[in-house]
């Protein structure tokens, strides 16, 4: 007889609701303790004034990225397919662009010294009218995303909570939009990192207890053949279950695993290249200077350990379930993504389940709350401010900020029950809105002749691309992807071509302020000629770009290196384990000496601050905080 899933989901003890309503009181607290911090301006609620210490940043990048319902996903995949589910979830789950955001990415974001991505567009492309069609373009589609990220929270966290709690899905979903709404509305970003970082905690010990309950278990069980397998030949004998799910979705990755997996490698390197966007974004903007930027991003790369050595050892414990025909070996034979509650259920004690319900419960309002602020900072930033009140007061802004997140809150819990699956909400977000910006994102920072006009051709023919070809024409991944980056890129050089180039003067102060890579040498000797650098400053710029260069060759296979680490141990591939423990060993050590010896001083970062804080319109506004 099959286990319905009450039988196979064990319920909740009182100490367990014990433990939950606690910490949802606690983040509750933190948040109000936090909201006398953030009243002081825009700057304080969005960006915390510039002042939060980078270790906090850090675990609260982490936190963001450490979701409920893509964690049940990333479980359900490598239980199906093995350590070749790694190499799927570098669509996104393993988070690789992380390595590019330590190395370049954000301390270039940092020296942007804007609030949004969507401002960031005005010191790219000017205030003229490409400038302006660039900056509302990219506020509207930094929305949507945002919109969508929290439908995603909405529904997959309340499906998740059912399992444990005798609550509907939307009482379930309910009641954590209005604690993280709460806190988010009391103390902006404030409130978002430092609840996280106590949500981190509680993730850490659920990490950790998971993996060493997996790692004792790991001798009790057979691994089924090829699960510890990382090449790139075709499934065999395993994924079943996914393709019988969802074989619309599967089918082609099972035919051209290859193929998809270098397509998944070629959209997280554009992305890590050219910037997500959205909250995280924020951190960059909001941490307290260039230096800090890359140390926040090597702690939430390390910190992201934990969350592969638990999805291994959800994954053991899964199949040690099956193996002893124990209750929920049916549901989770039959669908993988049953693997996360049904562990939960079976193999935690009371106490510890309440913990680790509430550590997963905090894995999804970091992430809704992250998005619920920085979605609301573009509302009122680069949407209200400039174009409906220029000159609104503070206190109207801080106002306008708390309708606005709460505007967006509702806006999503209402299209998440219409919404049918979480995993048609990922596409969407991460194939179909996500797919437009790619190429448009990339080209800002490389080709200096790329206009706001191009940026906004590219924008809104990837789009329309991403939602044609992934939605109403449903085409494999391996065609798909292509043909939504050729389209983009097209449209961003017609665009760009046919339109007049950005003013020299935006591209010199652009280029003085940021230095980044690309085909910047015409721009460089305009700033020479001019005075804005000298020849050995530029030298400087250089050597740091090829330092930079060479840094990322280092930081892509150390974080790789690290997480398979973490799961080879937990599967007990000693082979393995020595071979990416080498990997990490070496690949840390150019780490260090191409990276880290060459961040800059909290001096001469506190000086750039000064040199090049935002004058004009924003020139009474202080500069952002140096690191004390």
Not at 290 to 307: K, M, P, Q
Not at 506 to 534: H, Q, T, Y
Request: a negative charge.
């Amino acid at each position: 007889m099959t286990e319905g899933p009450t039988e196979a989901v064990a319920g909740l003890a009182m100490v367990d609701y014990i433990i939950i309503v606690g910490f949802l009181a606690i983040v509750t607290i933190i948040g109000a303790a936090m909201s006398k911090a953030a009243a002081g301006g825009l700057d304080d609620y969005f960006l915390g004034g510039n002042k939060i210490p980078w270790w906090v940043l850090g675990a609260s990048t982490a936190t963001s990225n450490f979701d409920m319902s893509g964690t049940m996903i990333i479980v359900a995949v490598v239980f199906a397919l093995g350590m070749k589910g790694f190499l799927v979830e570098i669509r996104g789950g393993v988070g690789m662009s992380l390595a590019f955001l330590m190395v370049f990415l954000g301390k270039w974001l940092r020296r942007s010294r804007v609030m949004t991505s969507a401002e960031w567009m005005k010191i790219r492309f000017g205030t003229d009218k490409q400038g302006r069609v660039a900056h509302l373009l990219s506020a509207i589609a930094n929305i949507v995303l945002s919109l969508g990220m929290i439908i995603y929270f909405a529904k997959g966290a309340g499906k998740f909570l059912t399992h444990f709690l005798p609550f509907s899905e939307l009482t379930c979903t309910s009641v954590m939009v209005g604690v993280g709404l709460a806190y988010t509305l009391m103390s902006g970003l404030y409130g978002v990192v430092f609840t996280d970082l106590v949500q981190m905690v509680l993730l850490t010990f659920t990490a950790i207890y998971v993996s060493v309950q997996a790692y004792t278990l790991r001798g009790e069980i057979d691994l089924p053949a090829g699960f510890l397998s990382l090449d790139l030949e075709v499934p065999t004998g395993l994924g079943q279950q996914l393709l019988a799910k969802d074989p619309a979705s599967w089918g082609p990755i099972f035919d051209m695993f290859g193929l998809c997996v270098v397509m998944w490698v070629i959209r997280t390197t554009l992305e890590g290249m050219g910037g997500v966007g959205g909250y995280t974004d924020q951190r960059f903007f909001a941490s307290r200077n260039e230096r800090e930027a890359g140390l926040l991003t090597f702690e939430s790369i390390i910190l992201s350990i934990f969350r592969w050595t638990m999805v291994a050892g959800l994954v053991v414990m899964g199949y040690s379930i099956v193996q002893k025909g124990a209750a929920g070996s049916d549901m989770i034979a039959s669908d993988p993504e049953q693997v996360l509650p049904v562990v939960l259920g079976q193999f935690l004690p009371a106490g510890v389940r309440g913990v680790v319900i509430a550590g997963l419960i905090a894995a999804a309002m970091s992430t809704f709350d992250s998005t619920l602020n920085a979605g609301a900072s573009y509302i009122v930033k680069d949407i209200y401010e400039t174009y409906l009140e220029p000159d609104a007061t503070g206190k109207d802004l801080m106002r306008v900020s708390r309708w606005a997140t709460i505007g967006l809150c509702l806006a999503g819990i209402a299209l998440a029950a219409v919404v049918p699956n979480i995993n048609k909400i990922w596409g969407l977000i991460t194939m179909g809105l996500g797919a437009g910006l790619f190429v448009p994102l990339f080209l800002r920072w490389y080709w200096p002749r790329f206009n706001g006009y191009g940026f906004a051709a590219g924008t809104g023919a990837g789009i329309v691309a991403g939602l044609t070809i992934n939605g109403a024409l449903a085409w494999p991944l391996y065609t798909a992807f292509p043909a939504i980056i050729g389209i983009a890129l097209m449209a961003c050089v017609v665009g760009t071509l046919s339109t007049p180039a950005v003013d020299d003067d935006v591209l010199v102060s652009f280029w003085v302020k940021v230095s980044p890579w690309g085909m910047w040498g015409r721009v460089g000797d305009l700033a020479v000629e001019r005075g804005e650098v000298d020849k050995t400053g530029r030298l400087e710029r250089l050597v740091e770009n090829l330092n930079d260069l060479v840094a990322v060759t280092f930081a892509v296979p150390f974080q790789l290196c690290m997480l398979l680490a973490g799961m080879a141990f937990i599967f007990h591939d000693w082979k393995k384990l020595a071979f990416m423990a080498a990997g990490s060993v070496f690949s840390g050590v150019g780490l260090y000496f191409m990276w880290y010896r060459n961040l800059k001083s909290e001096e001469a970062c506190a000086a750039d601050d000064a040199k090049y804080a935002p004058r004009g319109e924003d020139e009474d506004e202080p500069a952002p905080a140096a690191a004390q």
